[in-house]
């Protein structure tokens, strides 16, 4: 019984080690990933000639009808 659990401790440390190179490893590329979504919004928006100020209101304006929509939904679910 003693040499299973050490060896399921000993695998669990094993995969743990994977596990946080892995992420070590993975942090960087979202960090790259979200760099070159930002790039492709702007030159989206230049292409298209809208400007930043122009995308955040229109954003904004969304999300103000979104709050709206669910508060509403609120409201109608307590009736």
């Given amino acids: ?20 190179l892995i992420d070590e490893e993975l942090e960087p590329l979202f960090i790259r990933e979200e760099e070159l979504e930002n790039e492709e919004i702007i030159a989206i928006c230049r292409k298209n000639n809208i400007t930043i100020s122009d995308l955040m209101a229109k954003v904004n304006r969304q999300k103000a009808e979104m709050k709206k929509e669910k508060t509403n939904e609120n409201q109608f679910e307590k009736e």
């Fill in 1 to 20: 019984m003693k040499k299973e659990l050490i060896a399921v401790k000993n695998r669990i440390k094993k995969l743990n080690d994977k596990k946080a």
